[in-house]
Nanobody, 123 residues
Framework: QVQLVESGGGLVQAGGSLRLSCAAS????????MGWFRQAPGKEREFVAT????????YYADSVKGRFTISRDNAKKMVYLQMNSLKPEDTAVYYC????????????????WGQGTQVTVSS
């Protein structure tokens, strides 16, 4: 498995931007598809974005399409989530996740998880 550590969360005003980072450890990072999920208080964890092993294919939740961008750097074992035009409803704990299969939007299909980073968007 791969170990994941997120960073980059914080407090930002509506309309602002944040860039989340996820550092992975393990020798086979490029064998893993990566995803970002989020969970707001009292709500189920929800899909945000996912990226294929090489980074050539990405999928997004409709709620973030056009505002968020997922990317990865396999040489650095990093995954990023650039978040622009943030809205108060984006407030949540954001999690980085890894799985050897690509394409799922179901958090239950992802085997490895980071500890999460809080993103708070004020109105």
């Amino acid at each position: 498995q791969v170990q994941l550590v997120e960073s980059g969360g914080g407090l930002v005003q509506a309309g602002g931007s944040l860039r989340l980072s996820c550092a992975a450890s393990g020798r086979t990072f490029s064998n893993y598809a990566m995803g970002w999920f989020r969970q707001a208080p009292g709500k189920e964890r929800e899909f945000v974005a996912t990226i294929s092993w090489s980074g050539s294919t990405t999928y997004y939740a409709d709620s973030v399409k056009g505002r968020f961008t997922i990317s990865r750097d396999n040489a650095k074992k990093m995954v990023y989530l650039q978040m622009n035009s943030l809205k108060p409803e984006d407030t949540a704990v954001y999690y980085c996740a890894a799985d050897q299969a690509f394409g799922s939007r179901d958090y239950r299909k992802f085997a490895s998880w980071g500890q999460g980073t809080q993103v708070t968007v004020s109105s």
